[in-house]
């Protein structure tokens, strides 16, 4: 499956930004999706997952109440709506794909779309 990774950009803390994720390539349907980020200098960490379904979606802590996933399989898209942005939250954003189940380990993901950068300033 191949993804594309877009909707990123430079807001102010407390602004908003939708990401989204466009997939091809297979049945979408089947695959669950992550979003990872990676900040310059830091480990890549999980932001949140959803199942090929929707039925079952995951969060980081650090992202809890303010961002939310979902997906549109007719459109093979999935979206991450960020809310509320701190600085903190600036990094690369990264969706990515695996069969069936969520995880948030990233090295458990088969394909990944290119990074889109979030650039929140204070």
């Known amino acids: 499956v191949q993804l594309q990774a877009s909707g990123g950009g430079l807001v102010q803390a407390g602004d908003s930004l939708r990401l989204s994720c466009a997939g091809s390539g297979r049945t979408f349907s089947n695959y669950a999706v992550g979003w990872f980020r990676q900040a310059p200098g830091k480990e890549r960490e999980f932001v949140a997952a959803i199942t090929g379904s929707g039925g079952r979606i995951d969060y980081a802590d650090s992202v809890k109440g303010r961002f939310t996933i979902s997906r549109t399989n007719a459109e093979n898209t999935v979206y991450l709506q960020m809310n509320s942005l701190k600085p903190e939250d600036t990094a690369a954003y990264y969706c990515?794909?695996?069969?069936?189940?969520?995880?948030?380990?990233?090295?458990?993901?088969?394909?990944w779309g290119q990074g889109t950068q979030v650039t929140v300033s204070s």
């Open positions: 990515a794909a695996r069969r069936w189940q969520i995880d948030s380990n990233w090295p458990r993901y088969d394909y």
